[in-house]
Nanobody, 123 residues
Framework: QVQLVESGGGLVQAGGSLRLSCAAS????????VGWFRQAPGKEREFVAA??????TYADSLKGRFTISRDNGENTVSLQMNDLKPEDTAVYYC??????????????????WGQGTQVTVSS
């Protein structure tokens, strides 16, 4: 089992930046696919970004503003968010799966989820 804990959320003005971090209970996520999803109230949880051991994928609408990375000896995964917009407001979740089984953009393909961290972007 893998436990994930997100941090780094908060309130930021439009155009600002935040860096989210997800700490894993294992020392390395080298062989895991890791991803970020987000969910606004009343809306479906949507794909943000993911990284397999060999590739990186972003939601088309976010590519160029958000960057996913593995940090601190691969025991954490981060999401750098730049030029934030009010429509980015949501609870952001990190997720992981032990093996490649399907597209990294599919929510139901992930085995482990964090509790989420709130990101609020004011206009």
């Amino acid at each position: 089992q893998v436990q994930l804990v997100e941090s780094g959320g908060g309130l930021v003005q439009a155009g600002g930046s935040l860096r989210l971090s997800c700490a894993a209970s294992r020392r390395t996520l080298r062989y895991y696919t890791v991803g970020w999803f987000r969910q606004a109230p009343g809306k479906e949880r949507e794909f943000v970004a993911a990284q397999t051991p060999g590739s990186t994928t972003y939601a088309d609408s976010l590519k160029g503003r958000f960057t996913i990375s593995r940090d601190n000896g691969e025991n954490t995964v981060s999401l750098q968010m730049n030029d934030l917009k009010p429509e980015d407001t949501a609870v952001y979740y990190c997720a992981a799966r032990a093996a490649i089984r399907s597209s990294s953009t599919i929510r139901s393909s992930y085995d482990y989820w964090g509790q989420g961290t709130q990101v609020t972007v004011s206009s």
